[in-house]
Nanobody, 123 residues
């Protein structure tokens, strides 16, 4: 069993900053990519940023230059530093991780999700 626990959401004024954290715990063999997604009311969930175990990153065009994703592999934790926040960044932010676990004698990879954390940016 693997759990992802997010923290750091909240209410901030436009132009402000927030830092999200997501810690993975449980029977983890290794973690490949980790990422942050968001879902605004009435919209589909979308990728915000992702990072591989080697540190390669990928960002949605809408957040490039404002958000920074990073990870601490020793702590199985991924972070999202969000600067220059805009009202359109308001959404529930979800952490995702591609986790390898041992099932009997076999390594299998599964996608895990956090419970979501609300980010609200006021104008």
């Amino acid at each position: 069993q693997v759990q992802l626990v997010e923290s750091g959401g909240g209410l901030v004024q436009a132009g402000g900053s927030l830092r999200l954290s997501c810690a993975a715990s449980g029977s983890i063999f290794s973690i490949n990519a980790m990422g942050w997604y968001r879902q605004a009311p009435g919209k589909q969930r979308e990728l915000v940023a992702a990072i591989t175990s080697g540190g390669s990153t990928n960002y949605a065009d809408s957040v490039k230059g404002r958000f920074t994703i990073s990870r601490d592999n020793a702590k199985n934790t991924v972070y999202l530093q969000m600067n220059s926040l805009k009202p359109e960044d308001t959404a529930v932010y979800y952490c995702n991780a591609e986790v390898k676990v041992v099932v009997t004698t076999t390594l299998k990879e599964y996608d895990y999700w956090g419970q979501g954390t609300q980010v609200t940016v006021s104008s």
